[in-house]
């Protein structure tokens, strides 16, 4: 691995950010690792960090050129119940913010690029089982149209340009050091939140949901694994299915009753149901396994057990 990699996470701050950065400062170290964010966090106190606003190309330039960085992780984007109700300016910022990325590529500033997609890019036309790499999106969110609209950039980057842009199609993330914001499976972390602290939950999706989800460290096991595979076996530029566990609300909330026995859990759906109705319910990875030999690691029993473990703590 080469050592003077210098890494810059846009958007670092947020859930997946958060845990990103460490893992990589664990990595490459904690100067070759920028962390940056649209305002100044805690993460500052932690090791390099910048402001950087992803839709100014003249400031991430320079900023670029500053720290000589050769990657770009972006995270900055709005999720899909927060975009819903800004539309416009989520494709905006979704959009906006990966040309800015691309482009510095493109024209050699940086080489290479992590960008993440999601089950969002799916939609109510969808085979929900198993849901294949190829098949039919027709995604119904402005999130899902940004994530898919954004895929097929990369593969043009790619194809037309030699960008080097690696990306993963993300389901519900779940993790205990960071909290989700914006998104419809957010639900599947703060139960956990609520039944440690106050033993109960009301849900904004209905008992029988099912949705794709993935523990934390899987995800960033994930994305690092397929910034670091050789080139060659990156065959799919725009982005890759991977899986981790399916559950339903009511599944998780009885696997919680297993170390919590009093938990108790209510339904209320909100708009976010239409959106979690919208996506699949399962998802196969077969090419990520194949191509750069993607495993995860929880169930959704293992799963539960490590939050409520690290929760507790
Ligand atoms: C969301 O719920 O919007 C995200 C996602 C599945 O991409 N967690």
């Known amino acids: 691995m080469r050592t003077s990699e210098k890494i810059l996470v846009i958007g670092s701050s947020g859930q997946i950010g958060t845990e990103l950065v460490q893992n990589l400062r664990a990595i490459y170290g904690i100067d070759s690792v ?5 305002k100044v966090t805690e993460q500052a106190k932690e090791g390099p ?3 950087i606003d992803v839709m100014n190309a003249d400031s991430l330039l320079e900023i670029v050129k500053r720290h000589k960085v050769t990657q770009i992780y972006l995270l900055a984007a709005l999720l899909s119940a927060t975009a819903e109700k800004m539309p416009k300016f989520g494709w ?3 959009m906006q913010g990966l040309f800015n990325v691309l482009d510095l590529a493109k024209e050699k500033h940086i080489e290479k690029v992590y960008w993440p997609s999601s089950i969002a890019v799916f939609g109510p036309n969808t ?14 969110t402005v999130y899902g149209i940004s994530k898919q609209a954004g895929e097929r950039w990369c593969e043009y980057y790619f194809n037309k340009y030699s960008v080097d842009v690696r990306s993963l199609r993300y389901p519900g993330l779940i993790g205990w050091k960071s909290a989700p914001g914006g998104g419809t499976t957010d639900y599947a972390v703060h139960i956990f939140h609520e039944a440690i602290k106050v033993g ?3 849900c904004f999706l209905s008992e029988n949901t099912v949705l794709p989800m993935m523990h934390m460290e899987d995800a960033i096991k994930a994305t690092i694994g397929i910034m670091q595979a050789p080139t060659e076996q990156v065959k799919i530029r ?3 299915n991977i899986a981790g566990c399916s559950f339903s609300p009511k599944e998780i909330a009885l696997e919680i009753q297993k170390h919590i026995p009093d938990f108790t859990i209510t339904y209320k759906p909100d708009s976010r149901q239409q959106i979690a109705d919208s996506w699949p319910q399962s998802i196969n990875d077969e090419y990520a396994q194949k191509d750069w030999a993607w495993d995860k690691k929880y169930d959704l029993q293992a799963l539960t057990a490590d939050m409520i473990k690290n929760l507790k703590k």
């Open 34 to 38: 920028i962390a940056s964010d649209v």
């Open 49 to 51: 960090f910048e402001v």
């Open 92 to 94: 905006d910022l979704n």
């Open 127 to 140: 085979p929900k089982i198993n849901t294949p790499q190829y098949t039919i999106m027709e995604p119904s």
């Open 200 to 202: 109960k939950y009301e």
């Open 238 to 240: 725009s982005s890759y």
